[in-house]
């Protein structure tokens, strides 16, 4: 490997800021994701200079520094979406270049070909930093949406009450236009300043020519360097900010019956796939009120020391039990999956599937691909969902949505 520190080394990538080097990389066709974890400023940048991503088995522990995306439809046999890292570049909350990992070295003809994408980037930003940016134009038209969504609620509820499943989550799109002035970088710059709790990232896919957008506030497997293994269960749904935009304080929230049990069951469904590897040594702790964007959540955090238990598989044994997890699917799992698959009436893509860095500085984080956008074709896809329980309203559920989609909304909307 070839690794420049900025400290005792210069390197010609550290003139750029990170979203030109991300922009450039995709300008060049190559497969590269931006992210910010949880609870820290720093960003990272992995590109992955190929023509396409490559598909694998998601064996974390196996796997070399890289960054991963899934669909929903994704069954434990099936394979993922795997970028490998040759480049990582790890930025401090200043925007400094911090430390570079490149495997190819800056003489490769393709790294050469990103500093000058990048130097031509730069320039062509500061003429345009006088023009105005693109604006979000409309919704594009869909008079149904709403009906529809209160309709295959009202079919949930009803299929709930007939006993055939407990819970289940539906979800919905809602989409707009944007002219060709957006600049994802900078709204991936700016979700990363606004949301410090949540996992923000934007990942580039080439061949299916789009990008993803998102600030997910839910981690579904994580290692860390020290052996220790986490997971949460996220659920209920309140919303966190009065009509002036004040915050309410957590200590006002108060939470019913519907939420508690939907929270629960989700809690429930990662203790049985515990119990199915027969795992009883787990630290449990919550439920507590979070913060996520403009909602309030419920969380209960579980926690294993894989070195005790000498089992280093564990992410990679879990990643395939949890996923769909409760908290997008349902509960139980096929029944209530079978359910949205009929039901839902579209695709969800890479929507509620699991991406994240793996192995990257001897960690892994894959998170639920939740409050996130896919941008396409000048189309911006927004999605959302409702966990639905036999208290569901209709009204209600569509309004949780609307919020959710609120989320990335709110900060990126003007930048379109």
């Given at each position: ?94 925007g400094q270049l911090n430390h570079v990992d490149n495997l190819l070295g800056e003489e490769h003809p393709e790294i050469v070909k990103l500093i000058k994408t990048a130097s031509d980037i730069r320039k062509s ?14 919704a594009l038209p869909d008079q149904e949406t709403k009906a529809r969504f209160e309709r295959t609620v009202e079919l949930a509820v009803s299929a709930i009450k007939q006993k055939q499943f407990h819970k289940v989550v539906l979800s ?245």
């Open positions: 490997m070839i690794s420049t520190n900025i400290t005792t080394a210069h390197s010609v990538l550290a003139k750029f800021e990170a979203e030109e080097l991300w922009s450039a990389a995709k300008d060049l066709g190559f497969p590269c994701a931006l992210w910010k974890l949880p609870h820290t400023n720093e960003i990272r940048l992995l590109i992955s200079i190929r023509e396409s991503i490559r598909s694998c088995q998601p064996d974390l522990e196996k796997l070399s520094s890289g960054f991963i995306i899934s669909p929903f439809h994704w069954k434990e046999e099936h394979e993922v979406l795997y970028m490998e890292g040759d480049i990582i570049a790890f930025y401090s909350e200043t930003a500061v003429l345009a930093s006088v023009i105005n940016v693109g604006v979000l134009l409309s919905r799109t809602k989409k707009l236009t944007y002219t060709d002035q957006f600049q994802p970088a900078k709204a991936f710059q700016k979700l990363a300043k606004t949301y410090g709790h949540a996992f923000v990232s934007l990942v580039n896919l080439p061949e299916q020519k789009e990008l993803w957008l998102g600030a997910s506030p839910e981690s579904l497997v994580q290692q860390k360097a020290d052996g220790t293994f986490k997971t949460m269960s996220l659920a209920g749904t309140q919303k966190a900010r009065e009509e002036d935009g004040s915050l309410i304080p957590k200590f006002d929230i108060r939470w019913g019956e519907k939420e508690i049990e939907e929270q629960a069951l989700v809690s429930r469904y990662i203790i049985e796939c515990f119990k199915k590897i027969r795992l009883r040594e787990y630290l449990e702790t919550g439920p507590k009120t979070v913060l996520a964007g403009n909602l309030y959540h419920l969380r209960t955090d579980f926690e294993v020391d894989t070195n005790e238990l000498n089992f280093p598989e564990l992410p990679s044994v879990m990643l395939r039990l949890l996923h769909p997890t409760s908290a997008v699917c349902g509960v139980p799992k096929i029944p209530s999956l079978q359910f949205l698959t009929d039901i839902e009436g579209y695709d969800r893509s890479f929507y509620s599937g699991f991406l994240g860095p793996v192995q990257v500085e001897g960690e892994s984080n894959l998170f639920v691909n939740l409050r996130t956008v896919r941008l396409k074709d000048q189309i911006a896809t927004f999605y959302a969902g409702a966990g639905i329980t036999e208290d569901s309203i209709p009204e209600r559920e569509w309004e949780e949505t609307e919020m959710k989609c609120e989320t990335l909304l709110k900060v990126i909307a003007k930048d379109f």
